[in-house]
């Protein structure tokens, strides 16, 4: 038997689970883990300049493609707090990374030694596994279980907490012999599948919706032959987006009370059917339940069988993997429609596809200062459908999601559950990182941005381009707009006189002068008709330079996004005018019929 510290065998471990790159910021409590890092070889590593951007990235990095696990690792005490954010905005939208945290000698942890936490114990209510692990010879397996869980029913994140006595102690372990353990998911039974199709089918105006667990089974494939063979039109969530084209003839659309077409809510207040396969029922996506549910039956297909019912009582719930459950529903519609089994869907999916062409959102004004509107627009244009988009929470997300286009899976990589502000720069890392030949375009409004401005350096230092678009209203948008309803505005406004840039006038940080200082590239555009060309020229600096470039849209101080006042789908206000002539929305995927 080979001997070895534990802290080497646990890099052992990472390398055999296809691990290849981790994020971090090391410290004394986690030096020796470093040291075997070194020594081994075999996995890259980036240097963070803030710990939770080390989680952050690690998310990226995951969501990316299919079988991708991030890691990140940080010291004892403050790190593993700092990372918290990270896990729980990874279990919410069931993101497998791996977080490694140093800690005090397993003799003092309880005495309130110098940076000694009870990690485990914060982490556990977002994590799949925290542990603690105080005896050397448990690492392995420890390392093996928390593989094997990530990757297992619904797919989550996992803290490792290592004393440093215990990754210095020699143990016996031999890295040839290990194997990962197999992974568990539930798999729908064939008589399920037939029940579920025969309630489908005893619709007249059936839905598909389609959630994030159907990329993270690497589904899409699949989902869209279902749909093909079926004609019933798809409604991505947000998390699901890009599962089938946003020009497909049968995605209907997104619903929601924010992130929302027009078309897509219109569609599914007409429908009488739903398939919810790989979806949370998550709120802002349905809003109020009675208005959701009134009127149609459910069908809820989830690998988490807790999740069935968790929200609303379907009709019939099966827990099973998105992918094991398509690959049934494609092969038993396949042999119903041989049998002239399947009703013909063509009216009611050419009803979706002309509300499509019909209920559209106006993006083109021309505006001095930009409306927002015009920036989606102009991104449409400039960035084709290979283009990773990144993001998370706030009016950008809100009206990009409403107006931007997703043609494949993992290209829109967007924090859905937690959707903690400053997530987008060290996210958008991660994502370059694990594609470095992808356009990877991040979208935030100035606040997010604000948050983890520093990360930008690490794109700086480790030369990941990417090109980051930022909305600058100076104000908290969303916030702002929700307390319209309590009749303030109070607290959310950022704008000051920067001394040192007299030529912002209100609009305060000088983000273009912080990107430069940070060793990246920046553009700040006031014009609406320069937004292509900057768009452009960012591309070429970030081609050119291999830094993040940031392209800084001076927005209108207010604007109003469309979305519901009430939490009722079928009541979202249209702040702005909508479009009624085919230039109003000359990006949109349908052609205005006006």
Not at 226 to 237: Q, S, Y
Not at 306 to 321: E, H, R
Not at 539 to 555: D, G, S, T
Request: a negative charge; hydrophobic letters at 40%; one cysteine or more.
């Amino acid at each position: 038997m080979a001997q070895m510290t534990a802290a080497r065998a646990a890099v052992e471990i990472l390398k055999r689970e296809s691990v290849t790159h981790a994020f971090g910021v090391p410290g004394a409590a986690i030096n020796p883990f470093y040291k075997a890092l070194k020594e081994a070889g075999g996995i890259d590593h980036t240097l963070a300049r803030h710990v939770e951007g080390a989680s952050h990235m690690a998310e990226g990095y995951t969501r990316t493609h299919p079988g991708n696990i991030g890691v990140c690792i940080g010291t004892s005490g403050p790190a593993g707090t700092d990372m918290i954010t990270g896990l729980y905005s990874a279990t919410g939208d069931s993101i497998p990374i791996l977080c490694i945290t140093g800690q005090a000698p397993t003799a003092v942890i309880h005495k309130e030694d110098f940076q000694a936490v009870d990690i485990a114990a914060i982490a556990t209510p977002v994590t799949k596994m925290a542990v603690t692990v105080l005896e050397a010879a448990q690492v392995p397996g420890v390392f093996q279980q928390a593989f094997h869980l990530m990757r297992s029913s619904r797919p989550g994140p996992v803290l490792i907490d290592l004393p440093i006595d215990v990754q210095l102690t020699e143990i016996e372990f031999d890295p040839e012999t290990y194997e990962p353990l197999p992974v568990y998911k539930p798999s729908a039974t064939r008589a399920q599948i037939e029940k579920a199709l025969a309630l489908l089918n005893a619709s007249e105006r059936p839905l598909i919706v389609a959630g994030g667990g159907v990329i993270n089974a690497d589904a899409p494939e699949l989902l869209v032959e279902f749909a093909e063979l079926t004609g019933i039109p798809v409604i991505p969530t947000l998390m699901g987006w890009g599962a089938i084209p946003d020009d497909h003839e049968l995605n209907a659309g997104m619903v929601g009370l924010q992130t929302s077409h027009r078309y897509g809510n219109a569609t599914f207040l007409e429908s009488d059917f739903v398939l919810g396969i790989g979806n949370r029922w998550a709120n802002r996506h349905t809003g109020r339940l009675d208005v959701y549910t009134r009127g149609r039956k459910f069908v809820h297909v989830d690998i988490e069988p807790t999740q069935i019912g968790k929200i609303f009582a379907p009709d019939f719930g099966l827990a099973s993997d998105a992918k094991a459950a398509l690959e049934l529903f494609v092969e038993v519609a396949k042999e119903l429609k041989a049998e002239g089994g399947l009703p013909d869907r063509s009216a009611w999916a050419a009803s979706t596809q002309e509300r499509k062409a019909t209920l559209q959102r106006r993006t083109h004004f021309d505006d001095i200062p930009i409306k927002p509107q015009r920036v989606y627009e102009e991104m449409n244009k400039a960035f084709g459908p290979e283009t990773r988009y990144v993001t998370t929470i706030g009016l950008s997300q809100i009206a990009g999601a409403q107006m931007l286009h997703v043609y494949r899976p993992r290209h829109w990589i967007n924090c859905g559950q937690a959707g903690p502000l400053g997530w987008t720069v060290p996210a958008a890392l991660g994502v370059a990182t694990a594609d470095p030949d992808a356009q990877v375009v991040a979208l935030s409004g100035d606040y997010d941005f604000q948050f983890m401005i520093e990360e930008l350096a690490v794109g700086a230092q480790h030369r990941i381009p990417y090109v980051h678009v930022l909305v600058n209203n100076s104000y908290l948008g969303l916030i702002r707009q929700a307390q319209l309803g309590l009749d303030i505005d109070f607290q959310v406004n950022l704008e000051f006189e920067n001394l040192n840039s007299p030529e912002l006038g209100f609009y305060g940080v000088d983000h273009v002068k912080v990107a430069e200082g940070l060793g990246c590239k920046a553009i700040r555009v006031t014009d609406p008709n320069e937004l292509g060309a900057a768009f452009e020229e960012a591309r070429k600096l970030a081609a050119e330079y291999r830094v993040p470039v940031v392209v800084e849209a001076i927005l209108e101080r207010v604007t109003n996004i469309s979305m519901s006042t009430t939490a009722d789908i079928s009541n979202v206000v249209e702040f702005e005018e909508v479009a009624t002539e085919p230039w109003h929305a000359p990006t949109s995927v349908r052609t205005l019929k006006a």
